[in-house]
């Protein structure tokens, strides 16, 4: 069974560019989340779709981020414009119908660096 | 609120020594506990998981016990090798989707 995939791993931007990350989750795969991870921290929850509808973007910096997944599979993660502050990884993860109980499966990331 | 505290890294271990890393949480009802690995460059993996109180989890040598009356779920090894080498997560998932993440310990092993 593949992972989830995410690309690009590694992107480089000026302050006030915009940047956008994919996201394929595992088939099948209801829920979809989208994280930050700042170096040195744990990961911070940006958004959470059940199938192609939000159910939580609390966290989501909704003035510069902005996120869809208009066909309740594949997902795109925007920033515009870009500040110092969102250098870090971007970590999608997927689980089958985010349930209680049930893991959450990782893509490994996408290293975002803001000059 | 929902949390997960952690302890605080880094961790320094000789090869075979005896490894425990913290963890403890606030939470309301049973929410489900987890361990997440992240070795360098890589995504997260879950590690082991528990789902009620007094389960234990355990995989790769690795064990930890849901604790209610503690609010803990500490990760232990009793010999830990170079590739255990990573960085380590808490997690909590309420009765629902969400997902909380502690700080993250990291841990070096030594030969």
């Known amino acids: ?115 | 609120g929902d949390s997960v505290t952690q302890m605080e890294g880094p961790v320094t271990l000789s090869e075979e020594a005896f490894l425990t890393i913290n963890c403890t949480y606030t939470a309301t009802g049973y929410p489900s506990l987890f361990w997440y690995v992240q070795y360098p460059g890589e995504g997260l993996q879950l590690l082991l998981k528990a789902t009620k109180a007094d389960d234990k989890g355990s995989n790769k040598g690795f064990e930890a016990t849901y604790r209610k009356e503690t609010t803990s779920f500490h990760l232990e090894k009793g010999s830990v090798q170079v590739s255990d080498s990573a960085v380590y997560f808490c997690a909590l998932s309420p009765t629902g989707n969400q997902f909380y993440f502690g700080t993250g310990t990291s841990l070096t092993v030594i030969p």
């Open chain 1, 1 to 115: 069974e593949a992972g989830v995939a995410q690309s690009p791993r590694y992107k480089i931007i000026e302050k006030r560019q915009s940047v956008a990350f994919w996201c394929n989750p595992i088939s099948g795969h209801a829920t979809l989340y989208w994280y930050q991870q700042i170096l040195g921290q744990g990961p911070k929850l940006l958004i959470q779709f059940q199938n192609n509808g939000v159910v939580d973007d609390s966290q989501l910096p909704k003035d510069r981020f902005s996120a869809e997944r208009l066909k309740g599979v594949d997902s795109t993660l925007k920033i515009q414009p870009a500040k110092l502050e969102d250098s870090a990884v971007y970590l999608c993860a997927s689980n089958p119908r985010g349930a209680g109980g049930n893991e959450q499966f990782f893509g490994p990331g996408t290293r975002l660096t803001v000059l």
